[in-house]
């Protein structure tokens, strides 16, 4: 009887620790700050400096303006249609393609997959539900074979992954859902193919007749040594263990949140799910400060919310100051290896900003008035901020 009453009061005391965890979650009111009117956010509130590197153009490095980005301490990867590309960090010089798009051996049907800057390894979408993973040599390693792949979108239980990350040296994988009725949402793999977590989809959903409307639905992120994610459809922030899924933080959209039913429908459909809800993105994380994207339509605000003051800005891109060199604003996407966030611009974006703002332009060091020269059809560039408590 004195074991039992134990057991029951250990349960209770379990019970009740993680209640009060559930209730001390923080929230984020992101549906307020939308309906207020929106306020300029300075870019020395979260960063300390800016630095700048222009891409080399050339031939054999012709990259399209929508891209993604990695970095290292020493290297810069890019990603967009034209192939995969490798950077120096410091000088922007180009170093090599990595991989070739094509049907033969090694080569793969899109750059999409992911980087693991850690690793320095660069895992490409091959044919038939694999990876090819690549190294920063530029040498194909090996295929990677995705479990429970199915690449017919209408047969039950998992489709193909839409999105992918890393966690430490092991690979994960995203699935969106598209049937509705997709067993899966989450799977981290090794190397070798082998499944060492799987998290259920719970959001199973006996989908309407109609168009699939993809939102790029899952938003994944590192900082410190940790993974987190956030879904489309749902309103926690979560960690990634490989044993679970541990809520960080509620992001609250309110109204502006869209349900797993409006993930299909029509053409209209689709226009009013862009203009009605609400799209997060991009995010970053610092100790004092957490960065994202606000979409709503046509729409776009920097959110920009301080930890330890639980306040949160949205600003629209005009609204964004640059006060710590005096040039162009620029948003951040992405963290660095070595913790710096990284965003880029548009050589001609940079050459409007030149002359749309003379007067500022003349106040610039001279290391950055020379950008005013760039070709504006030359390659990005690359730009890091240093995070105010980056140690």
Avoid at 222 to 241: A, C, M, Q, W
Avoid at 274 to 301: Q, T
Avoid at 356 to 383: F, G, R, T, Y
Wanted: some cysteine.
């Amino acid at each position: 009887m004195i074991h039992l009453k134990r057991t029951i009061l250990l349960l209770v005391i379990a019970f009740c620790f993680s209640s009060l965890q559930a209730q001390e979650l923080q929230t984020i009111d992101v549906e307020s700050a939308i309906d207020k009117k929106s306020e300029s956010v300075a870019m020395s509130e979260y960063a300390e400096s800016i630095s700048y590197c222009p891409l080399e153009t050339n031939d054999n490095c012709t990259i399209d303006r929508n891209i993604k980005v990695s970095a290292t301490k020493d290297e810069i990867i890019v990603r967009s249609k034209s192939g995969c590309f490798l950077f120096d960090r410091k000088t922007g010089k180009f170093i090599r393609k990595i991989g070739t798009e094509g049907r033969g051996p090694g080569e793969y049907y899109s750059v999409s997959g992911l980087v693991n800057p850690l690793s320095r390894f660069v895992y490409f979408i091959g044919h038939q539900g694999v990876l090819l993973k690549y190294g920063f040599d530029g040498v194909y390693k090996k295929k990677i074979k995705i479990p429970d792949y199915s690449g017919d979108p209408g047969s039950k239980g998992m489709s193909t992954p839409t999105n992918y990350s890393y966690w430490k040296d092991d690979i994960v994988l995203y699935y969106e859902n598209m049937t509705g009725i997709d067993k899966n949402k989450i799977q981290i793999i090794t190397e070798e193919g082998e499944k060492i977590a799987n998290f259920p989809n719970e959001q199973v959903f006996d989908k309407t007749q109609g168009i699939t409307i993809n939102l790029d639905q899952a938003q994944f992120y590192h900082y410190g040594n940790e993974l987190f994610y956030k879904d489309e459809y749902s309103v926690p922030l979560y960690r990634i263990t490989n044993e679970r899924l541990v809520p960080r933080m509620n992001l609250n959209l309110g109204k502006y949140q869209p349900s797993m039913s409006s993930k299909w429908g029509s053409i209209q459909d689709a226009e009013q799910h862009f203009n009605d809800f609400v799209a997060l993105r991009d995010f970053l994380e610092s100790r004092s400060h957490l960065l994202f994207g606000v979409h709503k339509g046509k729409k776009y605000w920097h959110a920009v919310y301080d930890k330890k003051d639980e306040k949160l800005k949205l600003a629209l891109k005009d609204e964004i100051i640059n006060d710590i060199d005096g040039f162009i604003s620029c948003i951040p996407v992405v963290m660095t290896t070595d913790g710096y966030w990284m965003g880029y611009v548009q050589p001609y974006i940079i050459k409007a900003w030149f002359y749309q703002h003379p007067d500022k332009a003349s106040k610039l060091s001279p290391e950055l008035k020379k950008l005013k020269d760039l070709d504006e059809m030359a390659n990005p560039v690359i730009v890091f901020i240093k995070p105010k408590d980056t140690e």
